[in-house]
């Protein structure tokens, strides 16, 4: 039977990848790789880059295709993103069954960690679930985005027995969830830093784990400013940007 292989990759860092996911790249046949476009072609760049460094142990294919688009500024977010889904789901069925024998391993890597705010695992259940072509799948963890922010910062994500709540940047339009002290924010094409509380705390990070990566930390209100223009012009150079940030409230009497 065909198998399929979700390999979490990391967030930029070749180094990232683990000793687990190494040893499963060395069991695939082809890896598939979504074009994104020419903006996001260091994408694509790292992953090739991934395979000639830990692929050594047999010989392997790299097909790419090109990614369905989607709407990102959509008036109805969740039919957007589910017919988004569906498109992917039939471009990797069809990929799965054209380019993989029978007997044949494919992978899928997965930029951070797949379980984390990442749809392959869905559109792979989907496929399944349809039963048009028959394969076995495994999901390979990787660092996510969220731990090497916090690592880059050396700091820890939560504070002593409290929880963190990781979410999107569309959740923060009233600003901070009611009763979290502690948010980790990914996927926000336009964060909302001039409406926020200036007095959380802000640890933001850009680029992480690559040469490129970015950090500021600070009061909100000391550095919203500087990150904004930082990001825009972060934005501009590269023709892309992929950020993470924590915001925390401050604990009374502490200065912070």
């Given at each position: 039977?065909?198998?399929?292989?979700v390999?979490?990759?990391?967030?930029?860092?070749?180094?990232?990848?683990?000793?687990?996911?190494?040893?499963?790249?060395?069991?695939?046949?082809?890896?598939?790789v979504?074009?994104?476009?020419?903006?996001?072609?260091?994408l694509?760049?790292?992953?090739?880059?991934?395979?000639?460094r830990y692929?050594?142990?047999?010989?392997?294919?790299?097909?790419?295709?090109?990614?369905?688009?989607?709407?990102?500024?959509?008036?109805?977010?969740?039919?957007?993103?589910?017919?988004?889904?569906?498109?992917r789901?039939?471009?990797?069925?069809?990929?799965?069954?054209?380019?993989?024998?029978?007997?044949?391993?494919?992978?899928?890597?997965?930029?951070?960690?797949?379980?984390?705010?990442?749809?392959?695992?869905?559109?792979?259940?989907?496929?399944?679930?349809?039963?048009?072509?028959?394969?076995?799948?495994?999901?390979?963890?990787?660092?996510?985005?969220?731990?090497?922010?916090?690592?880059?910062h050396?700091?820890?994500?939560?504070?002593?027995?409290?929880?963190?709540?990781?979410?999107?940047?569309?959740?923060?339009?009233?600003?901070?969830?009611?009763?979290?002290?502690?948010?980790?924010?990914?996927?926000?094409?336009?964060?909302?830093?001039?409406?926020?509380?200036?007095?959380?705390?802000?640890?933001?990070?850009?680029?992480?784990?690559?040469?490129?990566?970015?950090?500021?930390?600070?009061?909100?209100?000391?550095?919203?400013?500087?990150?904004?223009?930082?990001r825009?012009?972060?934005?501009?150079?590269?023709?892309w940007?992929?950020?993470?940030?924590?915001?925390?409230?401050?604990?009374?009497?502490?200065?912070?």
């Open positions: 039977m065909r198998q399929i292989l390999i979490g990759i990391g967030t930029g860092d070749p180094e990232h990848v683990t000793v687990q996911a190494i040893r499963a790249l060395n069991t695939v046949d082809v890896v598939f979504l074009d994104k476009g020419q903006e996001k072609d260091a694509v760049r790292l992953r090739r880059e991934i395979c000639e692929i050594t142990e047999r010989p392997y294919r790299i097909v790419e295709a090109q990614d369905p688009e989607r709407d990102r500024n959509p008036a109805d977010y969740g039919a957007t993103v589910e017919a988004w889904h569906g498109a789901a039939e471009l990797y069925e069809g990929l799965f069954a054209s380019e993989l024998g029978e007997d044949q391993c494919g992978a899928i890597l997965v930029w951070g960690d797949p379980s984390l705010y990442d749809s392959t695992i869905r559109i792979v259940d989907r496929i399944v679930a349809r039963g048009r072509i028959a394969f076995g799948f495994r999901v390979i963890a990787g660092i996510s985005s969220v731990q090497v922010l916090a690592a880059s050396r700091v820890a994500l939560n504070r002593i027995g409290a929880p963190v709540r990781i979410t999107t940047g569309r959740q923060l339009a009233g600003g901070l969830p009611q009763g979290e002290e502690t948010v980790v924010v990914m996927l926000d094409g336009n964060p909302p830093f001039a409406t926020l509380d200036p007095d959380l705390e802000i640890h933001w990070g850009a680029y992480l784990g690559s040469p490129d990566e970015m950090l500021v930390s600070g009061r909100l209100g000391d550095v919203a400013e500087a990150l904004g223009r930082a825009a012009e972060a934005r501009s150079r590269h023709g940007i992929m950020d993470t940030y924590l915001l925390r409230k401050a604990m009374p009497g502490s200065g912070e």
